[in-house]
């Protein structure tokens, strides 16, 4: 009885997750077909990419099962959530400030979470290292934008010390899915990738707002940058959503190693 139930639940988290995919797949042609016409709709484009976010954060949450890392799921849970904050901010109220102030929190938990996995190979792993390693680095940053004499507020401090830290916790989850070699982290990893390409495309499409660039090359670039965003930003949320239940492949055979 034991086991037949459980066969039923992994069932309904292969289900759960193929309608979750579909869903991301139909909303993902949709505002990429919108922001590629000349004359689509932006605030359809926008709610659909907000829709997209919000499935990402419900799917963490509705599925459960004993096998996953409960702590990983909370911890997953909230980046999403705060993921979802954001783009409440940025996407939906302009509110650009708040939104990567919420971003840099996002970090701090997929930091937390790259962490745990490090843990894991090295009891030796201190998470206070890392975050004094950003701190540091971000300074750092800041001092050769100021003797280059870019203008500073507040959202450009933010964003230094979020650059910063997605840039790390890329380059750490990256060593912790080769070294580790298991479902979940390379998940991971790939979507913390998708998720630095989005936020490259960002800061080209908005680096004009800080050095005057007056070209043919740079327009294109723009144009590209504007749609590329999202192009990579929806896949990486789904990636890392998709992270957390990667118990449902394993028990289905399809990959060997560790979860």
């Known amino acids: 009885m034991g086991k037949q139930k459980e066969r039923m639940k992994n069932k309904l988290g292969i289900a759960i997750t193929t309608i979750f995919l579909l869903m991301e797949i139909i909303i993902y042609l949709a505002f990429m077909y919108l922001d590629s016409s000349e004359n689509s709709s932006y605030i359809i484009s926008n709610n659909l990419k907000f829709i997209g976010i919000i499935l990402c954060f419900l799917f963490s949450v509705i599925l459960h099962s004993k096998d996953m890392d409960q702590t990983d799921m909370y911890i997953l849970r909230g980046a999403l959530l705060f993921t979802l904050i954001s783009d409440l901010f940025i996407l939906i109220l302009d509110h650009y400030t708040l939104g990567t102030l919420t971003f840099c929190i996002v970090q701090l938990l997929y930091l937390i979470r790259i962490y745990r996995f490090r843990k894991q190979m090295d009891n030796n792993s201190s998470i206070l290292k890392y975050l004094i390693r950003n701190v ?12 280059i004499r870019i203008e500073f507020d507040w959202l450009v401090i933010i964003s230094v010390l979020y650059f910063v830290s997605i840039v790390l916790n890329v380059r750490d989850a990256v060593w912790v899915a080769y070294k580790t070699k298991s479902l979940k982290t390379i998940i991971f990893a790939i979507g913390m990738v998708l998720f630095l390409l989005c936020d490259i495309n960002v800061l080209l499409f908005n680096i004009s707002d800080f050095v005057a660039i007056d070209s043919a ?18 896949p990486a949320q789904v990636g890392i959503a998709i992270s957390g239940a990667s118990f449902i492949f394993l028990k289905r055979g399809k990959y060997k190693g560790k979860s």
């Open 217 to 234: 090359l740079f327009s294109n670039v723009y144009a590209f940058a504007a749609i590329a965003m999202w192009m990579f930003y929806l």
């Open 136 to 147: 540091l680095i971000t300074l750092g940053v800041l001092c050769i934008l100021m003797s």
